[in-house]
């Protein structure tokens, strides 16, 4: 079962946080990912906040939708999500039209290897696609190489189409940040395409290549420890539960 997740990359903004520039912390962050499981989960917040998005949904429906749909053990971060992001649409004011209903674009890094790539929602702002990437995560997990990947990899499965050439696009994420007085509070983190510097051919490549052997050395662990009879450490707690 552990090998079977390596084999099915998880959405972008998930993927990029078990990569890095060096292949031995890549092959012990591909096998933590094998054997963890989150224990909690954003999934409810998707249709609350998408709704937000295309019908302006009203605040106390959506908190109420948080508070009572989904996991159990996810609703108070789920609320909190929520709340951050009409904290945030207050200013921001997302008034485009809906266009797709879904875009799922393929990354690809090897032969039956795709990583899917996305948007939360995609609406029409001044004539123009613009695909909106959020995620719930309670502390960002991202250094700024793997920002530069995840942006990398946006730009080569959606904003290299046709349509999305010209869009601007947004990422958004609400990470809890100390008020000064001890309590925590989700504030934006935001960024649109272009802020950040995206990898070189050469830097892709290279990552990619990487990524394929730390891949394989994954799963020669995994396997070996299964042969050895040997116990795995006490399954990994994703501290960044995943949107989708």
């Not at 730009?155 to 601007?168: G, H, N």
């Not at 510097?197 to 662990?221: F, G, I, N, P, V």
Request: glycine fraction near 6%.
């Amino acid at each position: 079962m552990a090998q079977g997740k390596l084999d099915k990359p998880p959405y972008a903004h998930n993927w990029v946080r078990y990569i890095y520039p060096d292949f031995n912390k890549t092959t012990r962050e591909l096998v933590r990912f094998a054997r963890g499981m989150p224990t909690t989960s954003y999934a409810a917040a998707v249709p609350i906040i998408r709704d937000r998005v295309l019908m302006r949904l009203e605040r106390e429906t959506a908190l109420n939708a948080a508070k009572t749909t989904g996991r159990k053990n996810s609703r108070e971060i789920v609320t909190e999500y929520v709340e951050a992001f009409y904290g945030y649409d207050e200013s921001r004011q997302y008034s485009g039209k809906p266009c797709f209903d879904e875009v799922i674009e393929p990354f690809r890094i090897g032969k039956g290897i795709v990583v899917p790539v996305k948007p939360l929602v995609t609406i029409v702002e001044s004539g123009r696609l613009v695909p909106i990437f959020s995620v719930g995560w309670a502390s960002m997990p991202l250094n700024l190489w793997q920002r530069r990947l995840l942006a990398t990899v946006m730009e080569d499965a959606v904003f290299s189409l046709m349509d999305f050439r010209d869009s601007p696009g947004e990422f958004l994420c609400f990470p809890r940040k100390n008020d000064g007085s001890g309590k925590l509070i989700r504030e934006p983190l935001i960024w649109k395409r272009g802020d950040f510097d995206l990898l070189s051919k050469e830097e892709l490549r290279d990552c990619l290549e990487m990524y394929r052997s730390a891949l394989e050395a994954a799963k020669r662990t995994i396997a070996d420890d299964a042969v050895r009879g040997k116990e795995p450490k006490k399954q990994y707690e994703d501290p960044h539960p995943r949107l989708f």
